[in-house]
């Protein structure tokens, strides 16, 4: 049986700026235009938090029944390594998923937005098919598109709307940023699981790229939150301290640029999403004052 740590360590924690981060964006955004809520902002971190993690396992129990999990180099799996059975990991996904549900549901009363709840339902449908069900969207190159879209614009766009009910460009652009740190992630972690993935039939869009090209996409999708910084400078200069960021970057980029492969490239996750969280900070501050 798992221990409590090994439960932890099977959510994953470092994806969890991907869920931090285009909440503070988005918060950030609406006190700028006088539009912040603790209560919503509070709520929506949650929701988030509970998708990630509900997202984690449910990735965990769905490679882990697949076999896709029985020799993947980076982080503990519960299923793939048999410490929990796959009927325990997909109920906490799902309790993750209810979680993020009842929260969403709340943030929907509270605010009028019905709209949000198409918007959550998608979320949580597109969490469970990343790489649940018969045709899995994560095992036909699609994943990186489907966190662009989720863990960016949904995300840092629906944070600002439901507390300032508008969305601007400079959120749009916010947005944009955050999506591509998200999506630069991803793309990481398939970089490290080329080989394993090959294997077994996964064809993420790493495998389908080969291992030069992802190195090179990673180093443009990198790039992105950085060329948004400048535009978003020109509007507000004070979002300039997304380049903050900047030091944190550029060690996980040189690991994949010199052509780190397998347990060397654990570290870029960890940088990646720290990066992201920095320059959403850093953000945060120059469009909440801005």
């Known amino acids: 049986m798992a221990s409590l740590a090994q439960w932890i360590e099977g959510a994953r924690p470092r994806t969890l700026p ?9 918060s950030g955004a609406a006190y700028g235009v006088g539009g912040f809520s603790w209560l919503l902002s509070g709520l929506l971190l949650m929701m988030s938090l509970s998708l990630i993690v509900g997202v984690n396992y449910a990735n965990d129990y769905s490679d882990g029944i697949r076999g896709t999990d029985e020799a993947r180099v980076g982080p503990l799996r519960l299923v793939g390594s048999g410490l929990a059975k796959p009927k325990s ?4 996904a799902w309790v993750c998923f209810g979680l993020a549900a009842v929260i969403g549901l709340g943030v929907v009363v509270l605010t009028k937005q019905w709209i949000m709840l198409a918007i959550g339902a998608a979320s949580i449908i597109a969490a469970w098919f990343y790489t649940g069900g018969k045709r899995p969207y994560g095992y036909a190159g699609f994943g990186e598109l489907a966190v662009f879209v989720f863990f960016g614009l949904v ?6 709307y439901v507390q300032a009910d508008m969305v601007s460009g400079v959120s749009i ?5 955050v999506g591509a740190f998200s ?24 495998v389908r790229l080969g291992d030069r090209d ?8 990198l790039a992105v939150p950085f060329l948004m910084t ?3 400078g020109m509007r507000q200069p004070l979002t300039l301290l997304g380049f903050l960021a900047l030091p944190v970057a550029l060690p996980a980029l040189s690991k994949v640029l ?7 490239l654990i570290p870029v996750l960890r940088d990646t999403g720290m990066a992201m969280l920095v320059w959403a900070i850093g953000t945060t501050i120059g469009l909440a004052l801005g």
């Open 18 to 26: 991907n869920a931090i981060a285009p909440v503070l964006v988005g």
């Open 89 to 92: 990991v997909l109920i906490a």
């Open 155 to 160: 995300a840092v766009l629906g944070t600002l």
């Open 173 to 177: 652009g916010a947005a944009v940023a």
């Open 183 to 206: 999506s630069a992630v991803l793309i990481a972690n398939n970089l490290r699981d080329i080989p394993t993935d090959t294997e077994t039939g996964k064809r993420t869009l790493a």
């Open 214 to 221: 992802t190195r090179s996409l990673y180093t443009a999708v």
């Open 230 to 232: 400048v535009l978003l």
């Open 258 to 264: 010199r052509g780190g492969t397998g347990l060397a």
